[in-house]
């Protein structure tokens, strides 16, 4: 991977959550609370405080595939997370503003990184086997977009129970 390559994936890991800011910041607290009635839903504020359970799950894997190439990272259950920690009790909206602090503090740590070798720091995923850097970078990227379309889908629903 290139010096340009590893810093535009930076660039794009670091602002995956522009969107979902863009998405969000006209909504009501009461359609952040909306769950669709649609089977197995989250609200949009739950998956705000989802994206904040992930990154910081994902300090481990980056900071540890860097500090400890190889070292174990553990599977985690998110709807076991989801049930158990209230996420709807929880203010979605700080947890937006900390995982993009987050993001800046990783984003920080990579682009120092930048001209190392990047195939040297991997972890050992309990589910996926060896994943380097790029591969955890690029995972976390797309779970933002991935979530992105949810919260759309809830944003639409919303808007048609209130129409």
Not at 13 to 37: C, G
Not at 89 to 99: A, F, P, Q, S, Y
Not at 105 to 113: E, H, I, P, V
Not at 125 to 150: Q, S
Request: net charge negative; aromatic share 12%; with cysteine.
């Amino acid at each position: 991977m290139t010096r340009e390559e590893k810093l535009d994936l930076i660039k794009k890991f670091e602002s995956a959550y522009a969107a979902v800011d863009d998405m969000i910041s006209k909504l009501p607290d009461e359609a952040l609370r909306f769950v669709p009635p649609i089977k197995d839903a989250w609200s949009i504020n739950d998956f705000l405080v989802h994206f904040l359970d992930a990154d910081a799950n994902l300090s481990f894997r980056i900071r540890g595939a860097v500090a400890e190439p190889g070292v174990a990272a553990p599977a985690w259950d998110e709807e076991a997370w989801h049930a158990s920690l209230r996420y709807g009790e929880t203010d979605g909206r700080r947890c937006l503003e900390l995982v993009k602090g987050l993001r800046a503090f990783y984003g920080q740590t990579l682009r120092a990184l930048v001209d190392e070798d990047w195939s040297k720091f991997f972890i050992m995923h309990a589910t996926r086997g060896r994943m380097e850097l790029a591969e955890v970078l690029a995972t976390y990227r797309d779970h933002v977009a991935f979530h992105a379309t949810l919260i759309k889908r809830d944003r639409e629903a919303w808007a048609a129970r209130k129409a």
